[in-house]
T-cell receptor
Framework: DAKTTQPPSMDCAEGRAANLPCNHSTISGNEYVYWYRQIHSQGPQYIIHGLKNNETNEMASLIITEDRKSSTLILPHATLRDTAVYYCIAPVDQAGTALIFGKGTTLSVSS | EAGVTQFPSHSVIEKGQTVTLRCDPISGHDNLYWYRRVMGKEIKFLLHFVKESKQDESGMPNNRFLAERTGGTYSTLKVQPAELEDSGVYFC?????????????FGEGSWLTVV
């Protein structure tokens, strides 16, 4: 079973930042937090992942709290094409164990 | 570089028939995973290969499902005989083995409709 808690849905205006929260209180030591999204019924798309430090790539930023019990995915300038279901997946250890998906957050971006 | 490719993209079969889904992982990826999503449900893990060995098959629903990965390259997932509840989309994913914090890449899925 998924071990993360995410709000079921969020809305965001186009051009604004979308901040998607996730609680992963059972995470420990060497376990990562991964974010994926699924647009319509396409294959899950990797967004970003992190261990302890905040991370940024061309798609998004990941802010991880100091105690590592929660994180926030930030889409800095949301577009209509960012409308999707966003999955926060944790904990993921280093051994390549399978990702366990929960219900995710449905983000709706509107103009 | 080619991503994870799956075939067929869509398949419609009758109840009781057999279907074989194929997945070609990214070259060099020893980890290969199968997932499925049935209508209205969450994406569910089915099994995990490391090269040709089954590392974890705890998600396989029943013995009508058989996954193979001969030679540690591509993998097949056979459903025999297919039932109506097997309808859904089957995703394959792959990643490098033994790399901390590696990325798991997904294919676009194989849609299965059992009528």
């Amino acid at each position: 079973d998924a071990k993360t808690t995410q709000p079921p849905s969020m809305d965001c205006a186009e051009g604004r930042a979308a901040n998607l929260p996730c609680n992963h209180s059972t995470i420990s030591g060497n376990e990562y937090v991964y974010w994926y999204r699924q647009i319509h019924s396409q294959g899950p798309q990797y967004i970003i992942h992190g261990l302890k430090n905040n991370e940024t790539n061309e798609m998004a930023s990941l802010i991880i709290t100091e105690d590592r019990k929660s994180s926030t995915l930030i889409l800095p300038h949301a577009t209509l094409r960012d409308t999707a279901v966003y999955y926060c997946i944790a904990p993921v250890d280093q051994a390549g164990t399978a990702l366990i998906f929960g219900k995710g957050t449905t983000l709706s971006v509107s103009s | 570089e080619a991503g994870v490719t799956q075939f067929p993209s869509h398949s419609v079969i009758e109840k009781g028939q057999t279907v074989t889904l194929r997945c070609d992982p990214i070259s060099g990826h020893d980890n290969l995973y199968w997932y499925r999503r049935v209508m209205g449900k969450e994406i569910k893990f089915l099994l995990h290969f490391v090269k040709e060995s089954k590392q974890d098959e705890s998600g396989m629903p029943n013995n009508r499902f058989l996954a193979e990965r001969t030679g540690g390259t591509y993998s097949t997932l056979k459903v025999q005989p297919a039932e109506l509840e097997d309808s859904g989309v089957y995703f394959c994913a792959s990643s490098q083995f033994g790399v901390p914090g590696n990325t798991i890449y997904f294919g676009e899925g194989s849609w299965l409709t059992v009528v």
